[in-house]
């Protein structure tokens, strides 16, 4: 074992540990490494550990250095020329037994740098050699090891090794992580059972600009081709940007520099979506398309270029109930009896079915560039730029909409034959109910720019980092919808888990009325631009190793514009349905759905000249600017406790805030205007509001080996999310009589806040091997959900419905499991198992926070599912890999669509997905996805009670093969 003295303790460093049991000379011995890329105390110890050899170096030789990731089984000596090959460290002495490493002199770093990447290019493995699959698990593993903190990864270190179409779909498999799904694609990311409203999205550590309206970040807008990895930050450190209560997911772009892939990467294929096969001339055929090139100019430049295409067609099927007129939870409703006498009964709104015909492109084009003309400075830029247009054209059935909502009981006594499921009417048989073809188009044209520059300045012991960022985000939607109606004499429905509405004359059949359309109008813009400094310095103690400190400052505006329509009149008073393709949907029995060209119907039934309005034509109608101060310093250490190996931080983030808002309050009053002629006066006046705070963050971090490969992380923090960005705007729609009511947004709103502790336990018993348990509890306060407010406007005291600070507190707490490992972990003695594997994690979450709706029975908070399930079974061998892929989550409650009062719960869901890949030879591939195999819907129900039908969402199956080509 090493040896220290009082002197020898202040040179040496303690990474250099564990052999004395090796009596024999290690050198020609094969050992299994798994060596991560680190600074040269911790990567020296790592090596000592795993290689069972006796390694000397002082404090001073080490400092300031990092040491090469070593991995797979090679002998040792083989393994410690790859471990220091390059970084300016020399062999001085290795007797087999103990070896002498030194700093070498200044020319004879310049040399050795000059053929480091040749020489860990011949460094190949003796017996092992992973690819693909197991690659990438493996390497995430080794993050996962390196990681002070509780952490979650996705590596990808050749372009294009990603077996997911998006990134939504990788992190979708990491423990913990929930991503919803719109149009078929996973989206947006929920972690550790809290709404992805408090997730906090970053490119390259830098803060991103979102299209949406809030601050929420839809990963499927990354294709996985420019993604190099990625990493889910569960427990907190003073180093990271503040803003992600429930975790930060950092997607990290390719550095050509320190890339070792095939230099040109290019993929094409074939997309199809089976979801809208019974849909009148539709077909689901799509494509996808990438292509990189990285080159290295020299030692000291490089750059990478990489263009991305995809057309997606994916008809799907959707049947929405439009909830529930019942006053005894929303005071604005007005429930009657459903038969005379009787009590009152909540019915319906109406109801919806749906025929969803998308046609999305997406175009991405992004470049790095690195340059590093010594080893003291590197310079690095980074832009990605994504355009994602979507022209959907949907057909549409509304159905009783004139009295099934029995308002005030106005239809009391039209409800034959009612169906009453837990106090609620379901189903009926009404005359006259009105049933309303829809034939619309829905328009969505959206933009991302990411881009930074990073400049990094190295001495011996200092590290100075600049970084300036900009990201712009932009969005631009219209539905336009063309309306017509007809009353069947009867119509007999039932709102349940499996729908079902029939009428007496049949929608092709029908003469139908045309009623005014409707040209929705909207846009959003984000812009973010920011500047960071950081500094580090590294210690030669015994305890303290470095110290981190910086600076930031970020500007972000979020402007959107909403509650633009435009009606048109019909220039036709009636249409022949049989003039329109008549169709059945799959999934529901239902009337048949009406379909017509769009453009033709337009003009037919509103002019030439209907629905003119644009995006374009639309001012911005509010405004959210937010100013953002930030500094922080941290600590950190490595010692040892009774022989254990303990490294850590402690710190503190201080984070000022100045938000303010703009926008405009809006009156409206019916006047006569003719005798019998009332029309609606809008009054629009400005409005602000705001709110500045300084919230202090302190955050710890240790994680102790408490056995060989075995790790105890431990982990406390104080983290905050700001408000959503829509839910702080100032605009407001108010009475202008007693009793003073209305909606707003609330600009006055405090952050989110949390006090929490992580406790991991993580074995690496192999080195693509894994079993970890970890857990966390959360102290939340101002929590941020929908409810009454007052505000004096105009000195009269106003209730407003707006989003609020909860005054109670609450918890979220919870365990995780993960497991991987190959088979021959379990038969040792055959070999070929090595090649099978699987990949498993379970989330369990609690939590006693609700939303502040349905009243007398709120929801439980956005995001908490309480259980979330993996399990991956995969092989992988040099040729041919394949992955059998099983998701599931529990029920829990959503925001669907862009209205955040729009609260649902998501049913449970168990999806299953396949890939597999083929390497003809070392420069072609074809790869192969099935996703969705079970072809499992989403569905979801309304104000907490499941027999409340909100929406029920068939997407289909997505099949993938394409081809790759490299070298």
């Known amino acids: 074992m090493i040896q220290f003295s009082g002197a020898s303790r202040a040179a040496l460093i303690a990474a250099l540990s564990v052999s004395a049991a090796y009596t024999a000379p290690a050198l020609a011995q094969n050992k299994a490494f798994a060596i991560p890329a680190q600074p040269a105390a911790r990567g020296v110890q790592a090596f000592a550990q795993q290689s069972g050899l006796q390694v000397l170096a002082s404090a001073d030789d080490l400092n300031g250095l990092r040491t090469n990731a070593v991995e797979g089984t090679l002998a040792v000596d083989q393994a410690l020329n790859q471990l220091i090959s390059g970084t300016g460290l020399s062999i001085k002495s290795n007797d087999g037994r103990a070896a002498v490493l030194v700093r070498a002199s200044a020319a004879s770093i310049e040399r050795t740098a000059d053929t480091a990447q040749a020489e860990v290019a011949n460094s190949e493995p003796e017996e092992v050699t992973v690819v693909g699959i197991r690659k990438s698990l493996r390497d995430a593993i080794d993050q996962k090891r390196s990681s002070a903190g509780v952490a979650e990864f996705i590596s990808a270190k050749e372009i294009g090794v990603l077996p997911d179409v998006t990134i939504a779909e990788s992190l979708a498999r990491l423990p913990g992580v929930t991503t919803s799904r719109d149009r078929g694609n996973d989206s947006q990311a929920s972690i550790r059972g809290i709404g992805p409203r408090m997730v906090l999205g970053t490119v390259n550590g830098r803060e991103v600009a979102t299209s949406e309206p809030d601050r929420n970040v839809r990963w499927e807008i990354y294709p996985s081709e420019v993604v190099a990895g990625a990493a889910v930050y569960k427990s907190s450190e003073a180093r990271l940007l503040s803003g992600g209560i429930s975790g930060t997911v950092d997607l990290q772009t390719i550095r050509p520099l320190a890339y070792s892939g095939p230099q040109f990467v290019a993929r094409a294929g074939a997309v199809h979506y089976d979801g809208g096969k019974a849909f009148p001339g539709y077909d689901g055929l799509g494509w996808r398309a990438s292509g990189s090139w990285v080159k290295k100019v020299n030692d000291q430049f490089a ?219 909207g846009k959003v813009k984000d812009e973010l631009t920011s500047g960071q400094l950081d500094f580090r310095r590294e210690f030669s103690g015994d305890f303290w190793t470095s110290l981190q400190f910086g600076a930031r400052y970020a500007d972000r505006t979020k402007s959107e514009a909403t509650g633009y329509t435009q009606a048109a009149g019909p220039v036709t008073a009636s249409l022949n349905a049989s003039t329109l393709t008549a169709y059945k949907l799959e999934n529901f029995n239902i009337p048949a759905m009406l379909k017509g060209s769009f453009d033709a119907l337009r003009t037919q039934v509103y002019g030439p000249n209907a629905f003119s309005l644009s995006p374009d034509q639309i001012a911005y109608n509010s405004e959210v600017s937010e100013k953002v101060g930030e500094a922080y310093v941290q600590g950190n250490f490595a010692s040892t406790v009774i022989d254990a190996p303990v490294t850590g931080n402690v710190g503190l983030r201080v984070v000022d805030v100045d938000s303010q808002s703009s926008g405009d309050s809006r009156t409206s009053v019916w006047v006569e205007a003719t005798p019998g002629n009332w029309v609606e006066r809008v009054t629009l006046t400005p409005t602000t509001g705001g709110v500045s705070y300084t919230k202090l963050l302190p955050s710890a971090s240790v994680k102790v080996q408490v056995i060989d490969n075995g790790f105890l992380k431990l982990g406390l923090a104080r983290v905050m999310s700001r408000a959503p960005l829509n839910e702080l705007k100032a605009n407001r729609a108010i009475s202008t009589s007693a009793p003073y009511t209305g909606s707003s947004g609330n600009p006055y709103l405090k952050p989110f806040e949390a006090d929490q502790i992580d406790v991991s336990y993580e074995y690496y018993f192999r080195p693509d091997s894994l079993f970890a348990v970890a857990g966390y509890y959360k102290n939340v306060k101002n929590y941020v959900g929908y409810n009454q407010r007052t505000e004096t406007i105009n000195g009269n005291v106003y209730t407003l419905t707006s989003p609020v600070n909860s005054s109670k507190g609450g918890f979220i707490s919870g365990v995780e499991f993960t497991f991987q490992t190959p088979f021959d972990t379990f038969l040792p003695n055959v070999s070929w198992l090595d090649r099978f594997g699987i990949y498993s994690n379970l989330a369990l979450v609690n939590s006693n926070i609700k939303e502040f709706v349905p009243a007398g029975n709120p929801l439980p908070m956005n995001g908490v599912a309480d259980t979330t399930a993996i399990l991956d079974l995969w092989y992988s061998d040099k040729k041919f890999e394949a992955r059998l892929g099983a998701k599931y989550h529990s029920e829990y409650t959503a925001i669907l669509g862009w209205d955040s009062t729009n609260l649902v719960r998501v049913m449970p869901e168990t999806t299953l997905d396949f890939s597999a890949g083929y390497n003809i030879n070392s420069s072609v591939s074809l790869r192969f996805q099935a996703g969705n195999l079970l072809d499992t819907p989403m569905k979801v129900y309304t104000d907490y009670k499941s027999n409340r039908v909100g929406d029920m969402s068939y997407y289909g199956r997505r099949f993938l093969f394409d081809l790759t080509y490299k070298f």
């Open 303 to 521: 750059f990478v270029v990489g263009l991305t295409g995809q057309k997606q067609k994916n008809g799907y099927e959707s049947f929405r109930g439009w909830g529930f007129n019942d006053d005894s939870i929303r005071a604005g409703n007005s429930t009657g009896p459903v038969v005379a006498g009787g009590p009152k009964v909540p019915t319906p709104w109406g109801a919806g079915s749906e025929a969803k015909f998308l046609d999305a492109d997406r175009y991405s084009a992004s470049l790095g560039a690195q340059y590093r003309p010594n080893a003291q400075f590197e310079l690095t830029y980074d832009l990605l730029y994504s355009k994602y247009k979507i022209k959907e054209d949907q057909n549409q059935t509304w159905y009783g909409e004139n009295n099934w909502g029995n308002w005030a009981g106005g239809n009391t006594g039209s409800f034959s034959n009612p169906v009453i499921v837990n106090g609620d009417l379901v189903g009926a048989t009404n005359a006259w109910s009105r049933l309303m073809p829809v034939v619309a188009r829905y328009a969505e044209d959206k933009s991302l720019l990411v881009t930074g520059l990073n400049g990094k300045w190295t001495s011996e012991k200092w590290t100075v980092t600049a970084d300036l960022s900009y990201s712009n985000a932009e969005r631009e939607n219209t539905w336009r919808a063309i309306k017509m109606e007809y009353y069947p004499f009867s119509m007999t429905w039932l709102l349940s888990e499996d729908p079902f509405i029939t009428v007496t004359q049949q929608p092709e059949t029908a003469t139908l009325s045309t009623v005014a359309g409707t040209n929705d109008v």
